[in-house]
């Protein structure tokens, strides 16, 4: 089996019980050690100073009510049993929502789509999740939302916005969370040591944890990864225990504050001091999400019974046993300035607190983990730079690290918690972060109900306003904590938004320069075969971003240096708004001009989970790939198709079928099976190259003399063509524009990553041609 993330990749779920429960015990660790941890700081930020203490219990037992019913409405209800659902083919979180909505409704926003794309498997799975829905008012309702959002452009740009904000705090998350988690955990030291001592420790060992968490990151998880669910069991049994102990032992009847009566009393007795406390009780909730955005690496089902039967209701003993203790000690207000470990038996307090520190650095990890994995989607689908995405395991393709991305959440980490070095502040700031990405799941999951489930427009609104409200109470109480800590995750979120954005913003004008400006085919056909220059041996390979047309590198080339290969590819790598494509589905094949041109255009399409092929895989298959278009003569008879610029009618999805064999000089070396037929290079080389093809009709002379001289062209070798734009604002443009493309833009554009495959292309096989781009 393949583990990915912590657990199991898709091609494995769902086969019996055993694996499912497997994976339950493996998302334990990899899901919710976030929200695990959470009982160690919902009290001590809800008690800090909203509230006033009193000789009555009406205010424990309020926040406990109003602890239980946000963990079974949101966590539970919500995510569980509807958002868990609306899987983007397994795929789960913010830009799986997105994707899912850009397959049922043209409001995507990637410039270089085809029809072709639409005809992927994955693309077509467009029911699976949420059920047909009603036949006539469903399909209406779908089709009229669809109709509005396509003609809308202003809608389209806010349903990106709305992705984008929802990433844009799940990576605000990323630093915050292991800040208060840490944080919180080492906090417990308070008990054992004087204030004045314990303030000059706390912050010290918090930022030797976190430096240590992230300096860890490079290795990967797959080597401590079996730990992560152990850890989180421990800790769950420990506080549910502990929970248990102190309902019997202190006041056996804090059950009664189950009762939504209790909440009532609560906000009637407290006022705007109770209202300004449920930012504190909404921490209870942080790492619900979760759920959904690890959905990839386990399977619904397993996900559902881990919560149901070990999470949800080691929680619920958890908080009920603190309030059960706080029930008998709310005389001495330092008790709810310490938060959990006040309710720990002194004699276990030690143990406790070491689970703790662990549990919130396997919690920690999960979220980085997350961020890291959000950010390779963003990147894909050409809202993020491109940064370096190392992969932490051969066999794990899920656990990557960025290294950029690490070293900035670390030092934004280190920042908030020398800059706050309370609990208070930092739950304020992961509060709102928390809320804002399920009021942005809420907001597209309630597109979801009627686009891809079919279901009526009043199920949608009925469900938006019901979660919708419970969110925003929770996101006001937030907000209005805007200078007391809550600022830090706005100010982040606009600090990535702006960079996301530029990006976006310049991709999509770079892409709308190359369409405008490419050469006609016309031109091309106007050449001659030779296209009026010399033709050299080998393989040119030009890589651009248009997916029809000349890209006008290839003019300012020519016009400059009067040769080039015998063996043109117009090579196209995009992602499409799917997690996977299948390898059989991965190459489109087409022809530019006449068969005795030799000019091919491959478009290879990943989904924005897929991992990239290395050059030297990639060089193969895309030979591979136009060898088999060659002998499947799909081209047209006698090789006439020349390719339409309107349309990709005649591109071919090119599957599995012709192999590559590369041996020296000893044609013995790589002797093919006998039932297939080889067609050798009679040119002896350092490197011979030879396809083997399956079993197949005989071929005719044209075909085999085509394939004879892209073998040849193989062997000379194939050189890299890659276009090095400077992008500047066109005369005449606005601040804002100038600002965005002259500085933004091209700051990121500099000091970002190239493309993923060129990484290793010796730079003696590459070509660089310089490009001006006025936007």
């Known amino acids: 089996m393949d583990i990915e993330g912590g657990g199991f990749s898709n091609p494995v779920k769902r086969n019996s019980w055993r694996t499912v429960l497997s994976l339950a015990y493996q998302s334990l660790g990899v899901v919710y050690g976030d929200l695990s941890t959470s009982p160690l700081y919902v009290y001590k930020s809800t008690f800090a100073e909203d509230i006033q ?18 963990l079974t409405l949101v ?11 609306a899987d983007d083919d397994g795929e789960g979180g913010t830009f799986a929502l997105y994707s899912l909505l850009c397959r049922h409704a043209r409001v995507g926003f990637l410039p270089n789509g085809q029809l072709a794309d639409e005809e992927i498997s994955a693309y077509k799975k467009t029911d699976r999740c949420g059920g047909a829905g009603s036949p006539s008012g469903g399909v209406g309702a779908a089709s009229r939302v669809r109709v509005m959002l396509e003609r809308h452009r202003v809608l389209q740009k806010m349903l990106l916005i709305l992705a984008l904000i929802g990433t844009c705090m799940v990576i605000g998350d990323g630093v915050l969370t292991p800040a208060i988690s840490v944080f919180s955990a080492v906090s417990g030291l308070e008990l054992s040591m004087a204030r004045e001592h314990h303030k000059y420790v706390e912050v010290p060992i918090v930022c030797l944890i976190l430096i240590g968490l992230f300096a860890l990151q490079h290795y990967g998880t797959h ?33 009664q504050a189950l009762s939504p009566y209790y909440m009532y009393k609560f906000v009637k007795k407290t006022q705007r001091g109770g209202w300004m406390s449920l930012g504190g009780i909404l921490l209870c909730i942080t790492g619900s999400e979760a759920m959904y ?121 280190l920042a908030v918690t020398i800059g706050f070095r309370d609990t208070k502040h930092m739950g304020n700031a992961a509060g709102l972060a928390v809320i804002t990405v399920m009021l942005v799941t809420t907001c597209l999951m309630s597109l979801v109900i009627v686009l891809c489930w079919h279901k009526s427009i009043f199920l949608a609104v009925c469900f938006i306003l019901f979660f919708g409200t419970i969110e925003a109470l929770y996101f006001s109480a937030s907000l209005i904590k805007f200078m007391e800590g809550a600022w830090v995750p706005i100010a982040f979120s606009c600090i990535f938004m702006i960079i996301m954005y530029v990006w976006h913003y310049g ?39 248009l997916v029809s047309g000349i890209p006008s590198i290839f003019s300012h080339f020519i016009t400059n240096l009067p040769a080039f290969h015998q063996v043109l590819i117009f090579l196209c790598i ?42 030297l895989e990639l060089e193969k298959d895309i030979v591979c790939s136009i060898a088999e278009f060659i002998r499947s003569g799909t081209s047209g008879p006698n090789g006439a198709a020349v390719e339409s610029e309107k349309d990709d009618k005649r591109m071919t999805v090119v599957g599995a079928g012709i192999r590559l064999c590369e041996v020296g000089d000893n044609p013995g070396e790589a002797a093919g099976p006998s039932s297939s037929t080889e067609i050798q290079s009679p040119i002896r080389a ?37 276009g090095h734009s400077y ?32 990484v290793n292309i010796p730079y003696a096989s590459t070509l660089e041609v310089g490009m001006i781009y006025y936007v």
């Open 507 to 545: 991709t999509l004008k770079k892409y709308e320069f190359d369409v405008q400006n490419k050469v006609s085919i016309e031109w091309l056909l106007g050449l001659g075969p030779s296209l009026g220059i010399v033709r050299v041996r080998g393989i040119g390979l030009i890589h651009t971003e």
């Open 75 to 85: 966590p539970l209800l919500k995510y569980v049993f509807i958002v868990l659902r």
């Open 293 to 413: 955005a690890d959905l990839g690496h386990f399977s619904q089902l397993s996900i559902k019974i881990a919560f149901t039967s070990v999470v949800y209701p080691s929680l619920i003993l958890a908080y009920m046993g603190q309030a059960a203790y706080l029930s008998k000690h709310h005389v001495i207000e330092n008790e709810y300035r310490i938060g959990f470990y006040v309710s720990v038996p002194e004699q276990i307090r030690w143990p406790v607190l070491c689970i703790a520190i662990l549990a919130a650095v396997v919690g920690s990890q999960a979220i980085i983990t997350g961020t890291f994995s959000i950010i390779k989607q963003c990147s894909a689908l050409g809202c993020f730079p491109r940064v370096k995405i190392v992969h932490t395991s051969s066999k794990f393709h899920g656990q990557i690290y960025i290294p950029e991305i690490n070293w900035i959440l670390m030092i934004l980490c």
């Open 727 to 758: 992008v500047r604002a066109k005369s005449g443009s606005g601040f804002v524009r100038r600002l965005a493309i002259n500085y933004g833009y091209d700051f990121l554009r500099r000091n970002s990553r190239g493309p993923a495959y060129a």
């Open 53 to 70: 203490h009193s000789e009555t219990n009406e205010e424990i037992y309020g926040v406990l009510s109003f602890v239980f019913w946000t």
């Open 574 to 615: 995009k992602s499409i708004p799917v997690p996977h494509v299948h390898p059989e589905e991965r190459f489109l094949v087409g022809r530019i001009g006449p068969k005795e041109y030799r000019l091919y255009r491959c478009i290879v399409r990943y989904g924005y989970r897929d991992v990239h092929k290395d050059d």
């Open 686 to 722: 350092r490197k011979k190259v030879r396809f083997v093809l399956p079993t197949s009709p005989r071929m005719n002379a044209s075909t085999r003399e085509e394939l004879q001289e892209l073998m040849e062209a193989r062997e000379a070798g194939m050189a890299f063509i890659l």
């Open 223 to 255: 080597r401590v990864g079996f730990l992560f669910a152990p850890v989180v069991i421990i800790w769950l049994l420990c506080i549910s225990a502990i929970g248990v102990y102190n309902i019997f032992y202190w006041n056996p009847h804090v059950y």
